[in-house]
């Protein structure tokens, strides 16, 4: 009998559900200076607002 209980909980280990295998994740590194982040017509787009409120500002 206790052999049977031995043999049982053997098989029922073999009935685990699989791994799930993910991917790693990329690994983003941080960008040089601003212009690698933001292309240039952004920070023109950002300093004719900042221009325009300078101006509305005074």
């Keep these: ?3 049977s209980d031995g043999l049982s909980l ?7 559900a ?3 295998h993910t ?3 990329p690994v ?3 960008a040089a200076t601003l212009e ?3 292309p240039r017509w952004v920070l ?3 300093l004719i607002l900042f221009g ?3 101006v509305i500002a005074l």
């Design 28 to 30: 983003i590194e941080p």
């Design 18 to 20: 699989p791994r799930i």
């Design 10 to 16: 053997t098989r029922s280990a073999r009935r685990r």
């Design 52 to 54: 325009v409120q300078l």
């Design 23 to 25: 991917r790693p994740r």
């Design 36 to 38: 690698d982040r933001l």
């Design 1 to 3: 009998m206790a052999s």
């Design 44 to 46: 023109g787009g950002l």
